[in-house]
Structure formats: structure tokens, C-alpha cells
């Protein structure tokens, strides 16, 4: 099993929809996770964290699923501006040192 | 607070040359970390660094990379006798000190091409 998993999409929505991505880890003792999103392979920035059961900020909504290992994201409400690679990821080792999932291809449509 | 620093934006070497790219921190932040991102591909861990040591290189090739974070000055990720594989964006993000799982920012990528 992959350290970390994502699908890779892409994902095509309309505008207005509800559309949710997974991602799985392989390493249980994981406290912390994070959501990045990616834009046309700029800088990944940072979206949302997890520390514990979920978090939620606007439109965005992340749970994490301990037993299961995997997080979502849940977006509310698409835009158009949120039409972008989406990247999971897990420290793994010391530090902050992350593994980071492949990420999943969003295209939000009119 | 200017956010984590990367220079030069785009770089061009040709084959067999030297590429050195360097990445200054956020403000306060004494980890860094450089990953490399090969076209199509994900983001995949090369080495982390604090001040003046090397945490963890695992993910650097065994040979012509190296890295660097000076007391002084920003960390530098040297890449000798380039090939073009090695054409990628190479990012550097930085945290904060502490044992923690904290929250890394990254800086804006330096795109490395070889021809």
C-alpha cells in the first residue's frame, strides 16, 4: 500500500456542485494531516489542516477517518476559482517532512 | 513576513553544467525542506534540513545533488554535471522549530530546465 493514496481524476463538475475527494495513508500513528491546493503546477499552498476529527473553514470541509485511514475534502458550492490539482498530505519522519499524494485534478464547469 | 524565498525563478543549464538553487525561510522558521517535482508527477521529498545539519537526505539521488544550510544565508540545493532528467520545478517549503507536526509553506518553485 501506497504511503499515500489519492485518485488522480480528474474530477469534471458544474458550477454550484458538491464534490468530495478521498485520500488514504498507510501510517496509523499519523496526528496531523494536510489539504494543498495546486495551481498550474505553482506553489503548493496550504488549504486546510486536520488535527483531529475534521476541520472546516467556508465552503471546505476535511474529516479524517481514523479507523479507515483516509481524509476528505468536501467542497461546497463550486466556483469556477477552484478549478485545481488538490494535494493530501501526511508527515512522515521527522520534522514536518511530508509525503504527499498525487493529488486529484478538479475542473469546476459553467 | 515575507513568505518562504526562492531565487532564481527559472533556470537554464546546459548539459554537464552546475545548477545551485537557493531557498531563504520564513521568518522565524529554522527547518526547510526541498522537494522535486518531475513533470506529471507529485511532489516527492528530497532532504530536510535545520541550521548547519542534514535531518534527513533520504530522498536525495546518491549522487551529483548535495544540500546545504549555512548558519549564515539560505540553504542552497546544488545539482553538479546536470542531465536532462533532472529538468523539474524544485520547491522549497520551511517550518517552524519544535517536534511537532506543523503546518509547512512553500516557496514559489525554482523550474530547472536542461538543455
Known amino acids: 500500500r501506497k504511503e499515500v493514496e489519492q485518485d488522480p481524476g480528474p474530477f469534471n463538475v458544474p458550477e454550484g456542485a458538491t464534490v468530495a475527494f478521498n485520500c488514504t495513508y498507510s501510517?496509523?500513528?499519523?496526528?496531523?494531516f494536510f489539504w494543498y491546493r495546486q495551481d498550474c503546477r505553482k506553489e503548493p499552498k496550504l488549504l486546510m489542516s486536520v488535527y483531529s476529527s475534521g476541520n472546516e473553514d467556508g465552503r471546505f470541509t476535511a474529516q479524517l477517518n481514523r479507523a479507515s485511514q483516509y481524509i476528505s475534502l468536501l467542497i461546497r458550492d463550486s466556483k469556477l476559482s477552484d478549478s485545481a490539482t488538490y494535494l493530501c498530505?501526511?508527515?512522515?519522519?521527522?520534522?514536518?517532512?511530508?509525503?504527499f499524494g498525487t493529488g486529484t485534478q478538479l475542473k469546476v464547469e459553467l | 513576513n515575507a513568505g518562504v524565498m526562492q531565487n532564481p525563478r527559472h533556470l537554464v543549464r546546459r548539459r554537464g553544467q552546475e545548477a545551485r538553487l537557493r531557498c531563504s525561510p520564513m521568518?522565524?522558521?529554522?527547518?526547510v525542506y526541498w522537494y522535486r517535482q518531475l513533470p506529471e508527477e507529485g511532489l516527492k521529498f528530497m532532504v530536510y534540513?535545520?541550521?548547519?545539519?542534514?535531518?534527513?537526505e533520504s530522498g536525495m539521488p546518491k549522487e551529483r545533488f548535495s544540500a546545504e544550510f549555512p548558519k549564515e544565508g539560505p540553504s542552497i540545493l546544488r545539482i553538479q554535471q546536470v542531465v536532462r532528467g533532472d529538468s523539474a520545478a524544485y520547491f522549497c517549503?520551511?517550518?517552524?522549530?519544535?517536534?511537532?507536526?506543523?503546518?509547512?509553506?512553500f516557496g514559489q518553485g525554482t523550474r530547472l530546465t536542461v538543455v
Open positions: 501510517n496509523s500513528a499519523s496526528q496531523s
Open positions: 521568518k522565524g522558521h529554522s527547518h
Open positions: 517549503a520551511s517550518s517552524p522549530p519544535g517536534q511537532g507536526e506543523d503546518e509547512a509553506f
Open positions: 534540513l535545520q541550521k548547519e545539519n542534514i535531518i534527513d
Open positions: 498530505a501526511v508527515p512522515t519522519g521527522g520534522g514536518n517532512k511530508l509525503t
